[in-house]
């Protein structure tokens, strides 16, 4: 890490995270070991001081994120996946898996049967591209780590023994115990205490963990097995994240979700899919989300993203990876696009504002993992001695001003379409831009906001309760206030007793000093000075001065350390309980930056949809053919949104299929003639049209 030739091995504390990143980025683990007490709390003899491990990080489990990166930009996700496989007793293959995204400590768990091709774990691997797997070791089959090796040639393998792997049934238990040495339950009740499995108190656990319990103690044979193997896989990450000392930040947030598969995912209970299925070759083949190189340039997702925020591009991806399937909801966004096109300019500068905001969803996870760690864990015993509460109160400060700033812009851009075209009339627009009081839409956050105001003072580096908040806080103010005006009155007397008013204190405000509090007098008084007086030094200076106490101000020093230690003591609570209060506003907190990334993904694809050249777009048209309907597919004049950019000369094309023509085409033709160009762009103006965006053609249908 050193410049030049110039090994260095020692850096600050601050810039922990950002050299953590760099060996992490080369696929090492980096484990943390801090200073865990002081010659003032140390418990056995000797000089060393007790070291702990406080923390493993790797690949899928940084958490090491750092306060300052508040506004940072980088947007993409670093999956770890918990990946069990088991055959069935048919022959069958079933994979349970637990997606992780550490930086916003949020977790996809679920079960599925995939076919002899793997086709469905193929395609997560390929569309999350995850940097860590774990799983047990020699518990996946060749073809399943020949799928691994193809789709993710650099992800860090974790394997674990078949002893380090919790069953559904210890899955169960250890989520409901929580962390080991007594740390307590990663989901705590209201009122405080365990949770209690064994009488099915789980009302604080996410609602996805109470029903894969439900399922897997139900009557339905095969949910119960599906379930319990989703259980294993979320146990073996849970397991995983605890050997590393990160997994009450990540769990206890309590972000968790059902995984499914693509061609599963928004299913009704008919079994009727509502999104697009674009399997691993798919992606790979139309250059979705890279190029043939491996770039983003020049992709299908590059095209697309005109996103300001880190939310939205991450939202964009998801939309991109998963379109639209359904007439009615491809109708509605396309709709919503008419209308951000038809406000001009007003939805893009809205959206701007937006890019001076910090990445809200991982800020969150940050600030929540301040306040979870338990005080037994070993990161809470960590002495640091750079104070790095300033940077940590700064984030927080960044995370309220900005979703204060966010509702400035949104709000503002509907009353501008409200005197422009007498308000927003698609309902998409209207939710994402109202703010509402219920289960829908933008939440209203003021009074939450409001509430850390009146609760808290973070205007200084160090976090202070505000008055009435905190009693002990509240007492040790008042008493280092009335020592003070002790202190004060005791100089009064030493002015009035030595008939000097050039006597004065030095060193008031310098909290451990050996002369705080210290009088200072001229030669003439300090000579002349009864015996009470103790003087510590002669200052030779200024034409000589005398220092010292009596025992009256000795012992007045001693209240006030004692009074501002107990200060001191609260205010290193108050962070933690900032970062709590914030958790248990988590919800509405994310809700509101949905909405704000939904619109700004919107905005990013009415964007695109705007004529800028020669070639022609269009709004699709969605053909409702309803049940065993005849498909129809036409298009006029298409054209490759990618190679049409950098291509003058390109020629569009025709294809009609279904209705009154063939169902299917035979495209013969040379070498470099067109062929796989027009596949391609006949399978982007598809992806583009479900996706609820403009198309590259004059016409489709």
Not at 247 to 270: C, H, I
Not at 315 to 342: C, F, G, V
Not at 414 to 426: I, S, V, W
Not at 602 to 614: D, E, F, I, R, Y
Request: charged letters at 25%.
């Amino acid at each position: 890490m050193g410049k030049k030739e110039q090994a260095h091995a020692g850096f600050p504390e601050k810039s922990f995270a950002k050299y953590a990143q760099q060996l992490v980025d080369r696929n090492y683990r980096v484990g943390r070991i801090e200073q865990t007490e002081t010659p003032q709390t140390k418990s056995s003899g000797g000089s060393a001081m007790m070291r702990e491990a406080c923390q493993f990080l790797s690949a899928g489990t940084n958490i090491a994120q750092d306060e300052d990166d508040a506004m940072q930009r980088d947007h993409q996700e670093k999956y770890l996946v918990s990946l069990i496989e088991r055959q069935t007793s048919d022959g069958g293959l079933e994979f349970g898996v637990c997606v992780l995204d550490s930086s916003t400590a949020a977790f996809e768990v679920g079960a599925f049967s995939d076919d002899a091709y793997q086709s469905r774990l193929g395609t997560l691997l390929s569309q999350l591209q995850p940097a860590e797997v774990v799983h047990v070791m020699d518990g996946l089959s060749e073809p399943t780590r020949t799928t691994i090796r193809r789709e993710v040639p650099g992800a860090l393998l974790s394997p674990c023994s078949s002893a380090e792997q919790w069953d559904a049934g210890r899955t169960i238990e250890e989520l409901g115990h929580g962390g080991e040495g007594g740390a307590g339950p990663y989901f705590k009740p209201t009122g405080g205490g365990a949770m209690d499995t064994d009488d099915d108190d789980i009302s604080e656990w996410p609602e996805l963990l109470q029903e894969l319990l439900a399922e897997h103690k139900g009557s339905d044979a095969a949910a119960a097995a599906s379930s319990g193997l989703a259980l294993v896989a979320l146990g073996g990450a849970v397991a995983y994240i605890r050997k590393q000392l990160v997994d009450f930040e990540l769990v206890s947030l309590k972000n968790f979700r059902r995984y499914l598969p693509y061609d599963m995912a928004g299913a009704s209970s008919l079994h009727q899919p509502t999104r697009m299925v674009l399997d691993n070759n798919s992606v790979a083949n139309l250059e979705i989300l890279v190029n043939e190189f491996g770039d983003k340039e020049h992709s299908l997702l590059d095209h697309l993203d005109h996103c300001v925020s880190p939310a939205g591009k991450r939202l964009l991806k998801k939309w991109l990876l998963s379109p639209l399937y359904r007439p009615d909801e491809i109708n509605e966004r396309l709709d919503a696009i008419d209308e951000l096109m038809a406000l001009g300019d007003a939805p893009t500068q809205a959206v701007k504002g937006l890019s001076k905001l910090p990445d809200f969803e991982r800020l969150l996870a940050r600030i929540h993992g301040t306040g979870s760690q338990p005080a037994n864990h070993p990161m809470a015993r960590a002495v640091i001695y750079e104070d790095q509460s300033k940077r940590r109160i700064a984030a927080l400060q960044t995370a309220l001003t900005g979703f204060r700033d966010a509702y400035t812009v949104i709000t503002r851009f509907g009353k501008d379409a409200e005197r422009g075209q007498g308000g927003l009339k698609t309902r998409t627009l209207r939710r994402l831009c109202t703010i509402s009081s219920g289960a829908q839409g933008l939440p209203e956050l003021e009074p939450v906001l409001e509430d850390f105001d009146n609760t808290f003072d973070l205007s200084d580096d160090v976090p202070k309760p505000m008055p009435g908040v905190d009693r002990e806080y509240d007492e040790s103010i008042e008493e280092i206030d009335k020592v003070k005006s002790k202190l004060d009155e005791q100089l009064s007397e030493v002015r009035a007793d030595l008939g000097c008013r050039g006597i004065d204190f030095i060193n008031e405000d310098k909290v451990g000093a050996k002369n705080r509090y210290c009088l200072d007098m001229p030669l003439d008084a300090g000579e002349s000075a009864p015996s009470r007086y103790i003087f510590d030094s002669k200052v030779k200076s200024g034409g000589g001065r005398w220092r010292g106490r009596t025992q009256t101000i000795i012992n007045l020093i001693d209240e006030l350390e004692a009074a501002e230690d107990v200060r001191d003591e609260e205010c290193k609570n108050v962070l933690r309980r900032v970062s709590a209060k914030f958790a248990s506003s988590y919800p509405l907190f994310k809700r509101a930056w949905e909405c704000l990334a939904e619109l700004d993904v919107l905005v990013s694809l009415s964007a695109v949809s705007k004529p800028t050249g020669q070639l022609p777009l269009c709004r699709p048209t969605i053909v409702d053919t309803g049940p065993g309907g005849e498909t129809v597919f036409e298009l006029e004049q298409a054209w490759h949104p990618i190679m049409a950019k950098h291509n003058d000369n390109f020629i569009a094309n025709d294809t009609s299929l279904g209705g009154s023509h063939a169902n299917c085409l035979v495209l013969t033709g040379p070498n470099m003639g067109g062929k796989s160009t027009l596949l391609r762009q006949t399978a982007v103006v598809t992806i583009l049209a479900q996706l609820g965006c403009y198309v590259p053609a004059s016409s489709c249908r």
